[in-house]
């Protein structure tokens, strides 16, 4: 069974970059063509798509974020992070990874990142 789990530091000062990392087990983000997306809920508001790394390493952004958002990963820890640059306070969200674009089959339990100074 796939489990992804967030991590990262729940806050962040305005203008810094928010990282945070997806650490998968029980499936290989590379060897079985699935896409491993970064969404966010801000409060009393629906769930974003930010943008997502394939199983080849391919990026792909949200249009609304692409200019400060980048997804990376780290094959041998099985793990893909997010780094969203020059946060501001409209960037607090609970944070989620998973696995999938359009229906994410799986998806971690979310991380909440508060952008306060």
């Known amino acids: 069974q796939v489990q992804l789990q967030e991590s990262g530091p729940g806050l962040v000062k305005p203008s810094q970059t928010l990282s945070l990392t997806c650490t998968v087990s029980?499936?290989?983000?590379?060897?079985?063509?699935?896409?491993w997306s970064w969404i966010r809920q801000p409060p009393g508001k629906g769930l974003e798509w930010m943008g997502a790394?394939?199983?080849?390493?391919?990026?792909y952004y949200s249009p609304s974020l692409k200019s400060r958002t980048s997804i990376s990963r780290d094959t041998s820890k099985n793990q893909f992070t997010l780094q969203l640059s020059s946060v501001t306070p409209e960037d607090t969200a609970v944070y989620y990874c998973?696995?999938?674009?359009?229906?994410?089959?799986?998806w971690g339990q979310g991380t909440q990142v508060t952008v306060s100074s």
């Open positions: 790394i394939a199983y080849s390493g391919s990026t």
């Open positions: 029980g499936g290989s983000i590379t060897t079985n063509y699935y896409y």
């Open positions: 998973a696995r999938g674009v359009r229906a994410p089959g799986y």
